[in-house]
């Protein structure tokens, strides 16, 4: 079982707002992601990193952003929160190129 | 793009064997078939996946065809837990994101 952890679970902020979404995993993996996916919908990448230093943007256009600064820890962060933001955001990570693992999300309301 | 057509909806009784098929017609000869479950919206779990020959684990068991066009994850004895969107993926083992596409939501009855 993956160990892969994502904090906060559940935001609620105003708009104009700066958030972090914290994503941190303990098994030495490379490779980390982030997904976006609205309610009843599919995952859609917004970026990945191949290690630190590393961070590339997904296929899905994001107005966030990403660090890699340690191999355990991705942060994605908002400067300035909207409603469109509204949404879940999904950590994962992988070694090489074997299966991902995902955290358990980090579910944004933007009011 | 999502590679693969599976049913929108399935159901099943609790206790019974859950099969869940999955086309993947384009797929090529470097590509795997992964299956990823997501319960009421928590992260994506990894199931199972495989290249060309059947696969079995502790959760499924994966059947793929000769041809590999098509592929069938299979739940031996369903459970109310396993009430999910099961995503059948079709990735190259370099490839670097999974696209999941809608899923078959699965439904186990009690």
């Known amino acids: 079982e993956a160990d892969i952890y994502q904090t906060p679970r559940y935001l609620v902020i105003g708009t104009g707002k700066k958030i972090t979404l914290e994503c941190s995993q303990t098994m030495g993996h490379d490779k980390m992601y982030w997904y976006q996916q609205d309610p009843g919908m599919e995952l859609h990448l917004i970026h990945y990193?191949?290690?630190?230093?590393?961070?590339e943007k997904g296929d899905l256009s994001s107005e966030s952003t990403v660090s890699r600064i340690r191999t355990e820890h991705f942060p994605l962060t908002l400067e300035s929160a909207r409603p469109s933001h509204t949404s879940q955001y999904l950590c994962a990570s992988s070694s090489a190129w074997e299966t991902q693992y995902f955290g358990p999300g980090t579910r944004l309301l933007v009011l | 793009d999502a590679k693969t057509t599976q049913p929108t909806s399935m159901d099943c009784a609790e206790g019974r064997a859950a099969n869940l098929p999955c086309n993947h017609s384009t797929i090529s000869g470097n590509e795997y078939v992964y299956w990823y479950r997501q319960i009421h919206s928590q992260g994506p779990q990894y199931i199972i996946h495989g290249l060309k020959n059947n696969e079995t684990n502790e959760m499924a068991s994966l059947i793929i065809t000769e041809d590999r066009k098509s592929s069938t994850l299979i739940l031996p004895h369903a459970t109310l837990r396993d009430t999910a969107v099961y995503y059948c993926i079709v990735r190259p083992y370099t490839g670097n994101q999974f696209y999941f596409g809608t899923g078959t939501s699965l439904t186990v009855i009690p």
């Open positions: 990193s191949y290690g630190v230093n590393s961070t």
